[in-house]
């Protein structure tokens, strides 16, 4: 076991010598900069001519920024002429305007990639603020039937700049064939449907798989204990009922064979399973006694905690994703981790170097995906997305979901599909020989898991010494808990999200898409982008590697540590789930709700006069006094005259609409048609989720398919004979 925290991750050769200019403001902007940052890039920070108001924002704003290089705006053009990448845009702020156009600067330097984030990706000018997009897009209807709920943390924000770092990515391995830049859009809109692309889903032909999503208005085992403290229990694994049941006492038998998958036949009250019994048993154990009995008896399992208590774990602390910058500020680090593999540098082949004209900026890259869930899978649906040939690896024993088909597809989108029994060494065999024609390989095995596949790192560059690898598992590689079961909902409850999500004195909530999931497999397709750059340039060989503890804690990425140990950011949303303040809110109107952005002392001033309120002239100083008179005045006021109002008043004001997604016409940016001949007509949005000004973009032909529905075709490709194909079919190595 390790003694300490891991040594700083080596920064890849290639990185090294990339020049960002950091031009944006806000969060998804400095989230962007940082991970470039972090990765060993060398970034240069030219702030807005009167300040940037966001360090007012975010108490972690000067720590995202903590290695960029602050550059007077008169360098602006020197900046930019040496730069590889510019990102621009990002939030908006009253008053606060850009100098720059990205299409200009995209003429003036032709190398230059230019990463422009915004709130919509067709709507420049609406502002774009978390909170807005949210209820425009119907992200704030997603958990609850009856009303609207501002989400935990800032979701668009943090997926936008997943998305953004992916595309960038994206786009600097294309500029090694090509020599060029270009324009890469994301905006917020697409960042929150990276979260919710399960859910905005629609089929003309849906199966009961399809229809059978985690449905509004869940019940998630979170259960209260003895010390009115909380635990997040996750069923699934072999014999979770009887399992839980010891570790409750509760008594009587069940079936030991029972996992007690979500149902939708049990209502949304009890689909992860009898919620009202686990509870009241969980209600006599404190939650210590009752974490260990559950851990003892297999069953995934964690103490719900308050944002900033898992810093202090021995896991956490182990995998050093908490860093201490030079002032003694603490804050949340990269979520990943790359090394140089032990091989010679090997030269890319010409597949790599050159793709045919108007092909999608990866066409040509291979990449073999063992991965099951969601959190491995979304790492290479990203890639396919850009024109990557994915290869899915399954096995016999089919697909493995806790959130229902449509997660499924969402995380394995534009991919080819193969079945395996990895268990023979038949199978072990043509996995190998798939990964000897790959440029990367991923799975998110539990440790161990990997060596007796032949999927180990030793083994892999055996096999093919230039191979990319991504290592996705739930703790970590190493450490107390690195062989513990992992799940979306127990890490959104142990990093604090479910804390923060429930509100001020209310129980946990845990949201009904795999945050984490999805954020992990973002974190995983820049893992692997970055070993394909730096195979372009250099020949060498690089492992990424990343879990859902660290993604889990980088989501919580706007707290830090003063150095008294004070703790700063990432508060937990009001009592009614509406906002994180008062002028950056939800308020039910007389017919709706609305959700406003005040963002600034005077839009706030704007506010209270409109609606006839003596309210404190410092937005600041506002609190729940506040917010009740706001609520009081605005429900007796009609949605379409409030916005009418607010807009004349310069005021930011959304309505929020739900199922907004499906009210919008298909425009190929996030919301997509295609034609599925399992499902017939489908209206998505899976993605791609960014878009390009040059590159072109492929959608995949079919929504899903079956396990090993391209097995035949995949090993044709890769010299297998008919007949040999066949004899592998009737003895089940592969299906």
Not at 163 to 189: H, K, M
Not at 432 to 441: E, K, M, N, P, S
Not at 469 to 474: F, G, R, V
Not at 561 to 587: I, M, N, V
Request: proline share 8%; glycine share 10%; aromatic share 6%.
């Amino acid at each position: 076991m390790q003694s300490g925290p891991p040594p700083p991750t080596p920064t890849p050769t290639a990185v090294q010598h990339l020049r960002i200019a950091d031009l944006g403001v806000g969060m998804a902007a400095a989230l962007v900069a940082k991970q470039f940052a972090e990765l060993g890039a060398q970034v240069s920070r030219i702030e807005p001519p009167g300040g940037d108001p966001f360090h007012q924002l975010y108490p972690a704003y000067r720590f995202w920024h903590r290695h960029a290089a602050l550059t007077p705006i008169a360098h602006a053009d020197s900046l930019l002429a040496s730069a590889d990448v510019c990102i621009l845009g990002g939030e908006d702020y009253p008053g606060l305007t850009s100098p720059w156009n990205a299409e200009a600067l995209s003429r003036q330097h032709p190398r230059l990639i230019i990463l422009q984030i915004q709130g919509y990706p067709n709507e420049p000018t609406r502002p774009a603020v978390d909170l807005l997009v949210q209820a425009r897009t119907g992200a704030v209807y997603e958990q609850f039937a009856a009303r609207p709920i501002a989400a935990g943390f800032s979701l668009p924000s943090y997926g936008a700049a997943l998305q953004g770092l992916v595309a960038t990515w994206v786009a600097l391995v294309e500029r090694e064939r090509s020599g060029l830049g270009q324009v890469v859009g994301i905006s917020l809109a697409a960042g929150a449907a990276m979260f919710w692309s399960p859910f905005w889903m629609k089929a003309e032909r849906a199966d009961a798989g399809f229809t059978g999503i985690t449905p509004r208005d869940v019940r998630q085992l979170i259960l209260r204990c003895a010390d009115s403290r909380y635990v997040q229990i996750t069923m699934g694994v072999p014999g979770a009922l009887a399992k839980v049941h010891a570790a409750l006492g509760i008594p009587g038998t069940v079936d030991p064979h029972d996992r007690c998958m979500p149902d939708p036949a049990r209502g949304a009250a009890n689909f992860y399973g009898d919620f009202d019994l686990l509870n009241t048993h969980a209600a006599r154990h404190p939650r210590a006694s009752l974490l260990r009995a559950l851990h003892q008896a297999g069953v995934p399992a964690e103490a719900v905690l308050a944002p900033g208590e898992c810093w202090d774990d021995e896991q956490t602390r182990l995998n050093g994703i908490i860093e201490t910058s030079a002032d003694g500020w603490r804050g949340v680090g990269s979520p990943l981790r790359i090394r140089r593999a032990a091989t010679p540098p090997q030269p890319a082949p010409q597949r790599l170097r050159a793709a045919p004209p108007g092909a999608p900026p990866l066409a040509g890259i291979k990449i073999i995906d063992c991965g099951v869930f969601v959190a491995g899978p979304y790492a290479s649906k990203l890639l396919a997305d850009y024109g990557a040939d994915v290869t899915r690896v399954e096995p016999p024993t089919g697909r493995s979901t806790m959130s229902g088909e449509r997660t499924i597809i969402s995380a394995n989108f534009g991919k080819r599909t193969i079945c395996v029994d990895a268990k023979s060494s038949e199978g072990r065999a043509i996995l190998a020989r798939l990964c000897a024609h790959a440029d990367a390989v991923l799975h998110n095995f539990r440790p161990g898991v990997s060596s007796r596949l032949g999927l180990d790192q030793a083994t892999l560059r055996q096999i093919n010494p230039s191979l990319i690898t991504l290592e996705t598992t739930a703790y970590g590689a190493t450490g107390p808990k690195a062989a513990a079961p992992g799940f979306d909902m127990i890490m959104q409850a142990h990093c604090g999200l479910q804390h923060r999500a429930g509100g001020a004195g209310n129980p946990p909530l845990c949201s009904r898409t795999p945050l984490v999931d999805f954020a992990t497999g973002a974190v995983g397709a820049i893992g692997l982008l970055v070993g394909l750059y730096e195979r372009l340039r250099t020949g060498n060989a690089l492992a990424a590697e990343s879990n859902l503890l660290n993604v889990g804690t980088y989501m919580m990425a706007e707290l830090v540590r003063a150095p008294d140990g004070t703790q700063l950011g990432a508060p937990a949303l009001d009592s009614s789930q509406s906002g994180f303040h008062p002028a950056e809110s939800l308020y039910q109107t007389a017919d709706g709700w609305v959700a406003i952005a005040a963002r600034s002392d005077a839009m706030a001033s704007a506010l209270a006069r409109l609606l006839g309120l003596a309210l404190p002239a410092s937005r600041a100083a506002w609190g729940e006094a506040e917010r009740a008179h706001l609520a009081t005045a605005i429900r007796g006021q009609s949605t379409a005259a409030l916005a009418q109002a607010a807009g004349a008043h310069g005021i930011w004001l959304e309505p929020c609409i739900r199922d907004a997604w499906e009210q919008s016409p298909p425009d190929g940016t996030i919301l997509r048609e295609m034609h599925d001949d399992v499902y017939g007509n489908v209206t998505h949005c899976i993605g791609p989720l960014a878009t390009f000004s040059r590159s072109q973009t492929q959608p995949a032909s079919r929504l899903s398919a079956m396990p090993g529905q391209d097995t035949r075709s995949i090993l044709a490709e890769h010299g297998i004979s008919t007949a040999q194909v066949e004899a592998w079919l009737r003895e089940k190595v592969v299906v």
